[in-house]
């Protein structure tokens, strides 16, 4: 069975601080697809970043990074030099191939404080 | 273009009672979906459709209604709402590509409050 684990609930971080989401991930499918969504307190969610299986190259964009390990079924994202603006619960997910367009597995999410 | 609309954005139901929360995009997207989120549990998956006409269960299924007449709605209907049905409920759509299917984008979602 497919499932995504972030293990942090709550972290709490100071501006300019950087900060590391985990994720974990459990599937038997060997093409498969992962994501990170953001959510800020306004509810909506927010589009990230989409990787896949076959493609473990390390992404930057900003001050975002990811960092997906096949080895470890990891798929974290740090942010660097946090900002308030960060503050937000983040949510990692999966896909089976075939499924990204319709069927996520989301993983419970960690909510991300970041003080001034 | 709006990306994907859901309404109502609030809704209060009491026990028992019937509603329709509805969902548009107008990229023409083959693939629509519906989550709900509740406080600890992430997002989970109640339908989805690959087009018009094809509707299939999710995770959590049972409770709720979907149909898929165009390309540009995917309703989901609660028949008779029950407290454990309180949650906010996303809306997603998506398009295939030469690559396979793209990623979901999400609506701004419906708070829905059973009493």
């Known amino acids: 069975a497919q499932k995504v684990t972030q293990a942090q609930t709550e972290i709490s971080v100071v501006e300019k601080e950087d900060v590391t989401l985990d994720c974990v991930y459990e599937t038997r499918d060997t093409t498969y697809y992962l994501f990170w969504y953001k959510q800020p307190p306004s509810g909506e969610l927010v589009f990230l970043i989409r990787?896949?299986?076959?493609?473990?190259q390390n992404e930057i964009s900003g001050r975002y990074s990811w960092n997906f390990q096949k080895s470890t079924s990891s798929f974290n994202f740090t942010i660097t030099a946090s900002q308030v603006v960060d503050s937000a619960v983040y949510f990692c997910a999966l896909s089976e191939a075939g499924q990204a367009g319709t069927a996520l597995i989301f993983g419970k999410g960690t909510t991300l404080s970041v003080s001034s | 273009n709006a990306g994907v609309t859901q309404t109502p954005k609030f809704q209060v139901l009491k026990t028992g009672q019937s509603m329709t929360l509805q969902c548009a995009q107008d990229?023409?997207?083959?693939?629509m979906s519906w989550y709900r989120q509740d406080p600890g549990m992430g997002l989970r998956l109640i339908h989805y459709s690959v087009g018009a006409g094809i509707t299939d269960q999710g995770e959590v299924p049972n409770g709720y209604n979907v149909s898929r007449s165009t390309t540009e709605d995917f309703p989901l209907r609660l028949l008779s709402a029950a407290p454990s049905q309180t949650s906010v409920y996303f809306c997603?759509?998506?398009?295939?590509?030469?690559?396979?299917?793209?990623?979901?984008?999400f609506g701004p979602g419906t708070r829905l409050t059973v009493l």
């Open positions: 990787r896949n299986s076959f493609d473990e």
């Open positions: 990229m023409n997207h083959e693939y």
């Open positions: 997603a759509s998506s398009y295939s590509t030469s690559l396979g299917e793209d990623t979901q984008y």
